[in-house]
């Protein structure tokens, strides 16, 4: 594998849904990436400061390859992310990260469910490998 | 029946602050202010959902933001055209002149301290007092 093409940070994005807990577990993936599985290799912003923020934050996706971390299937990470930065590399959504692992969905919006966050957070983790190895 | 009002919190996922804001909304929506308030995915906005705009447009709405950048107050503002009653962390510490944030135990994202939650009751308690005055207004 040629060093100089693979990526060392890869961007995820959550949507960070406040009205259902599945935007709350979206959170807590990318914090479990970004503190404990990838720390090194993890790049996150937030989603509403594509709006808010400058051009500078609008480039993100074209920085990092992207992985979106939605928590329905209104997919607003995905959506945001491509409407205002650039294509992702992979969209992913939490029912059906839940539903592969042949898991239920646990926890409050107020309160995630940390097994599976960190379950789902692994799976995610695999993606960012994969990503890795394909060089973004 | 008035509509609820619309509060909505930053999606803060760099430091404890956002999820200081996140708690505090929960706190009125869930168990202060439940008949009165209630919440609203701020990605809804970023990604322009017309419904969750139109619900913006009819309803009062307050924003709760963690950092200068103001995201949940500038995405109300941007995509529905609204002016949101603004909270923000800082507000708060300039306000509660006691407070000094290095002496607090804030906590992480995921895991607020004693510090982080006595901020999330505050804040709490900020936005029912302005809710309750809207409140009286109205009446």
Redesign the interface.
């Known amino acids: 594998m040629n060093e100089k093409t693979t990526p060392k940070r890869i961007g995820v994005i959550?949507?960070?849904?406040?009205?259902?807990p599945e935007?709350t577990l979206t959170?807590?993936v990318?914090?479990?990436l970004m503190?404990e599985l990838k720390p090194e290799e993890t790049a996150?912003i937030?989603?509403?400061?594509?709006?808010?923020?400058d051009e500078q934050e609008r480039t993100f996706a074209q920085s990092f390859p992207t992985i979106t971390l939605d928590g329905c299937e209104?997919?607003?990470?995905q959506?945001?992310t491509e409407?205002?930065s650039h294509t992702v590399a992979w969209a992913l959504v939490i029912p059906d990260i839940i539903k592969a692992l042949h898991l239920d969905m646990k926890g409050t919006?107020?309160e995630?469910e940390p097994d599976l966050a960190r379950a789902v957070a692994e799976q995610v983790a695999r993606r960012i490998e994969e990503l890795q190895r394909k060089g973004g | 029946m008035k509509k609820p009002v619309v509060i909505i919190p930053c999606s803060g996922i760099g430091k404890a602050y956002g999820t200081i804001c996140r708690e505090a909304v929960y706190e009125v929506v869930e168990r202060r202010r439940p008949d009165k308030a209630r919440t609203l995915c701020l990605g809804l906005l970023t990604k322009g959902d017309e419904e969750a705009i139109d619900l913006l447009k009819e309803s009062p709405c307050i924003s709760v933001d963690g950092c200068a950048k103001k995201c949940s107050y500038k995405n109300i503002e941007r995509m529905a055209e609204k002016t949101s009653i603004p909270f923000t962390i800082m507000d708060l510490f300039r306000k509660h002149r006691d407070l000094n944030p290095n002496d607090l135990d804030l906590g992480t994202v995921l895991h607020l301290g004693e510090g982080g939650k006595y901020l999330v009751h505050l804040l709490a308690d900020e936005i029912c007092h302005v809710m309750d005055r809207m409140g009286d207004k109205d009446e």
């Open positions: 959550a949507c960070c849904g406040e009205e259902i935007g959170r807590a990318v914090r479990i503190e996150t937030c989603l509403p400061l594509f709006i808010a923020g209104k997919r607003c990470a959506i945001g409407k205002y919006r107020e995630f």
